[in-house]
């Protein structure tokens, strides 16, 4: 039923409406608002980070290889990470991951478009847009594209696991001031205990003039803490191991303080606010942050985020260490690999494919929700941007063509060898930090890689001498999935599903490695610059 569902983005697509609205104070963040070649801001917290160099290895070259001069006078020793790690630092959530990557596109010349508009597209143009300011699509359009010719795609997600509020989250309990919340995804959530934790998220405000606004906001400070018990009231946690109840014993303490009221608080016409749902106190510090009432806040969806700052780690400064790697580390390569390889007029004139990232919220519940990968999101704008390029109405045979051609890179964050754990991988297929991507197979379809669909990918790592690892799940053992079999069953779309490698993943914090992030998007670089001229040397019925 789910294929069949899926199946029916070929019909008419539906309109929709996405939010633009931005809080202004993350708008004008410091940490947002540099971004240049190699320039590390220091982050709010104090820490300052340093400048990277990854020399590229030597590029292959022999006579039959057809290079894109861009490739060969790349900036070998231009490193992303210090990007990378300010862009996690931004991105707490799902709506301000997406959010700032609409604000780099924005800045780099990409038209933004809106699903319920009309659109006019011109071969050499750059474009994207948003839904639910969760999920995002971009793409830039070759110069000599032609209908039915495909589309080169990147796609990952922009959640994480995490806590969530709950609907009604206000509790107390010995005197304390408790937060409800909702476990999303499979996180590692004895992690989340004994962190430093705050709120993250957007809210739904009303204006004065009785209009609604959506607004995101961050709070930096720390604000929440799960305190574990200590052993001297549970003497055999460390025989028996940590195994908390997550509904009453995985709830977050705010204060202590008996609440009062904080703010006058006058219901204008007859629409309720939030305080009957939330301490008091906690939609305080919401509305000092957004310079609102308390009255004003009609509704809010916050995570639970942690307060620590992404940063280098390892004695020789190897490591990343942060939360959201997966997959935000994923989005992050693909989304500025986009923007690199179109950012000169030039760089689309030999291109006859589209070039695009699709960036999807919900992935790891499932991805079926209107702003995740099992909704025709990515498909029904592919559909638009034959439809318009075609100046009438493109048949079917059009977008069948089209989707034959087309070319898919699931990437989303891989499980690297872990030292004190080895023999959870299987023997010949460990992969390790450093050493690139790793690309992932499944005989059972849990990855949508296949023999034709590795090679062609590791032939674009080929042609810049760029390392890629493999990696298959044990027999006894279950496996993991990815949106890549949801987008390749979709309609029919050749996939790999890949990844950077990383230790703690689910984690409240993860690990990986610097040299894998610059590899990873000069692979994905490299992918939108030469698949076109690869594609073409192999046929396959």
Partial sequence: MAAIARFQILQPYPLSKPCSFISKKFRQSPLSNVKN????????FGIHFRKFSVASPPLCSTSSDSIPESLESSESNTSIVGDLL??????????????????????AGFHLLKENEKWDLQPGGRYFFTRNMSSLVAFAIGKKYSIGNGFHVIAAHTDSPCLKLKPKSASTKSGYLMVNVQTYGGGLWHTWFDRDL???GRVILRADDGSFLHRLVKITRPLLRVPTLAIHLNRTVNQDGFKPNLETQLIPLLATKTENATADSTEKNNVSSSKDFHHPLLLQILSDELSCKIDDIVNVELNLCDTQPSCLGGANNEFIFSGRLDNLASSFCGLRALVDSCALPEDLSNENAIRMVALFDNEEVGSDSYQGAGAPTMFEAMRRITDCLSHQSAGESDFARAFRHSFLVSADMAHGVHPNFVDKHEEHHRPELQKGLVIKHNANQRYATSGV????????????SLPTQDFVVRNDMGCGSTIGPILASGVGVRTVDCGIAQLSMHSVREICGKEDIDIAYKHFKAFYQTFSSIDRKLNVD
């Avoid at 669909?453 to 810049?464: D, I, Q």
Wanted: glycine share 0%; proline share 4%; with cysteine.
């Fill in 37 to 44: 070649n190699n320039i590390n801001p220091p982050c709010r």
């Fill in 198 to 200: 705050s709120v993250a």
């Fill in 86 to 107: 300010d862009y996690l630092n931004e991105s707490w959530t799902q709506f301000h991951a997406t959010a700032d990557a609409k604000r780099q596109l924005i800045a």
């Fill in 453 to 464: 669909t590795s090679f062609l990918f590791k032939e674009v790592a080929r042609l810049l």
